[in-house]
C-alpha cells in the first residue's frame, strides 16, 4: 500500500516535480512526422504540462517552442514554417530553432527590439515517424535507436490511439504486470466467442510467471501449457523499458507502445509497429510510415468495447479514476513487477536529485539500432531460429541465459482458473 506522499512523488509530471523532472531527461515523443504537411506544418502539443509547438522548417529541420507568441500570447501552431523558423500568423513574428526571435516586420529600422525576444525552445528529432523532443537540462543524451523505428528490412506503421484519459503511470504500471493479459485479453475474449490465433496463445494454462530487471528496464517471464493450438512454453519478454515504454509482440507485428504524460491526467500513447514479414518499404515511407486511427474503443450505450485489447486496457486504466489512490490498494505476490517499478522510479528519482544521469540513459558514440529483448525462449528449448519459424515471428527466439541471472523470481500459479481456461 502507498502513502498519499508517494503517490504523489509518482504522478506528478509538471515542471520541477520529481518525477517530472526524472521524465524531462528521456527523449518523448511529440507527435508523429505525418502530422508535419506542408499544409500543415506546425501542430500544438501539451507535454508533461507544457504548451508547446511542434513544428518542421520548409528546409526539413524540427523546432519545439513553447507554444505562445510572445508578442500578443496568439499560438504558433498556425504560424508560417519557413527555411529558418516559424512565423506567427498573427503580426509576423518570426523565430528560429533555438527560440531567438529574427524579425519583427513593423518594429522600426535599427530596432533591437527583436534580440531581447526568446521563447523556451527543445531540441527536435525525428526518427522512424515520430518527432522526439528532449526537455531536460543539457546536453541532451543520445535518441535511442529502437529497433522499431530503426529496421528497415519490413513496414512499418504507426497507429492513432484516443488520448487516455487517466495518470501515465496507470499505462505503464500494465507494462509490469505479466498476469493481467489471462483474464483482460485473452478470458474476455474467450468468453466473448472468439478463438483466433492471438487470443488462444495467451490462453494457455498460465503455471508460473516471473520478473527479471535488466538493464532498461524490466523483464516478464511466463510459463504456458499447452491448449491444443499452442504448445507448452518456458519464454520471457515484452519488457518494459524504463520509464515510459513497453516492447511488445503483437502478432504479426514487433510494436512499441509510448506513453507520455500530457499532464497529471491525461496519456498520450503512441504505438509504432513493424512487420519483417513484409516486403520492405521505401526510405521514405519507412520514416513516415501510413498512420491509422484505431477503430471507435466504446460502444453507442458508453460501455467499453471488450472485444477490442486497446479498449480492455482503456477499461482497467479508466476506471481506476483520473489518479488512482494507491492508498487504497492490497497488492500481492503477482504484483511483484509493479513494486520493482515503483522503487526502480524512486531509486531514478533520487539519481536525478544528486546530479546523476539516470536510467538507461546515453551518452557517448551513438550505439546504433537497439534491438530489445522481445521474445525470450528457453535454452534447452528449441534454437532463436526455429522458435522464430516455428511462431510465424521474424526476430525472436534470443536464449533466456543472456538476459536472467541471479535476481529473477518466479511464482508456480495454484491450481484453478488460471490453470484452467475455458472452465470458469
Not at 498556425?78 to 530553432?97: L, M, P, S
Not at 472485444?307 to 492490497?330: I, L, P, S, Y
Amino acid at each position: 500500500m502507498a502513502t498519499v506522499e508517494d503517490n504523489q512523488l509518482l504522478t506528478q509530471v509538471g515542471p520541477g516535480t520529481p518525477c517530472g523532472e526524472l521524465l524531462r531527461r528521456y527523449w518523448q515523443p511529440a507527435c508523429y512526422s505525418g502530422d508535419l504537411t506542408a499544409e500543415e506544418p506546425a501542430r500544438a502539443v501539451t507535454i508533461m504540462g507544457e504548451e508547446l509547438v511542434i513544428f518542421r522548417t520548409s528546409n526539413g529541420e524540427y523546432g519545439c517552442l513553447e507554444e505562445h507568441c510572445a508578442h500578443r500570447c496568439t499560438s504558433l501552431s498556425y504560424g508560417f514554417a519557413e527555411q529558418d523558423g516559424i512565423r506567427c500568423a498573427y503580426h509576423g513574428w518570426k523565430y528560429d530553432t533555438s527560440g531567438q526571435c529574427i524579425e519583427q516586420p513593423f518594429e522600426p529600422n535599427g530596432s533591437s527590439f527583436k534580440d531581447r525576444i526568446k521563447l523556451k525552445a527543445y531540441p527536435a528529432q525525428a526518427l522512424g515517424g515520430l518527432v522526439f523532443i528532449y526537455m531536460g537540462p543539457s546536453p541532451a543524451p543520445i535518441l535511442p535507436k529502437w529497433d522499431v523505428l530503426s529496421w528497415t528490412d519490413g513496414q512499418r506503421k504507426m497507429e492513432r490511439q484516443e488520448i487516455l484519459n487517466c495518470n501515465w503511470l496507470q499505462a505503464q504500471e500494465n507494462s509490469a504486470d505479466v498476469t493481467h493479459t489471462y483474464f483482460l485479453h485473452s478470458h474476455s475474449l474467450y468468453k466473448l466467442g472468439e478463438r483466433d490465433r492471438g487470443t488462444m496463445r495467451l490462453y494457455r494454462p498460465l503455471e508460473r510467471y516471473g520478473f527479471q530487471p535488466f538493464e532498461l528496464g524490466q523483464i516478464k517471464g511466463w510459463q504456458y501449457g499447452t491448449n491444443g493450438e499452442w504448445p507448452t512454453e518456458l519464454a520471457a519478454g515484452n519488457p518494459l523499458i524504463f520509464p515510459t515504454m513497453v516492447r511488445t509482440i503483437e502478432y504479426p507485428w514487433h510494436a512499441m507502445h509510448f506513453r507520455v504524460p500530457l499532464d497529471d491526467t491525461r496519456t498520450h500513447i503512441f504505438w509504432v509497429g513493424f512487420n519483417a514479414n513484409l516486403p520492405p518499404a521505401s526510405p521514405d515511407e519507412l520514416e513516415i510510415p501510413p498512420i491509422v486511427e484505431h477503430q471507435e474503443q466504446r460502444k453507442p450505450n458508453g460501455r467499453y468495447d471488450m472485444r477490442d485489447f486497446w479498449a480492455q486496457d482503456r477499461m482497467a486504466w479508466e476506471t481506476q479514476g483520473k489518479v488512482v489512490d494507491r492508498t487504497r490498494e492490497h497488492l500481492g505476490a503477482s504484483d511483484l513487477g509493479i513494486v520493482m517499478f515503483r522503487q526502480m522510479i524512486k531509486d531514478q528519482i533520487a539519481q536525478v536529485a544528486k546530479g546523476e544521469d539516470p536510467l538507461g540513459l546515453m551518452r557517448g558514440e551513438d550505439p546504433g539500432t537497439i534491438e530489445l529483448p522481445m521474445w525470450i525462449v528457453d535454452d534447452n528449448g528449441p534454437t532463436g531460429a526455429e522458435f522464430a519459424k516455428k511462431t510465424g515471428m521474424a526476430k525472436t527466439g534470443q536464449p533466456m541465459s543472456q538476459y536472467f541471472d541471479n535476481r529473477q523470481v518466479w511464482f508456480d500459479v495454484p491450481e484453478g482458473a488460471a490453470r484452467n481456461p475455458g472452465k470458469f
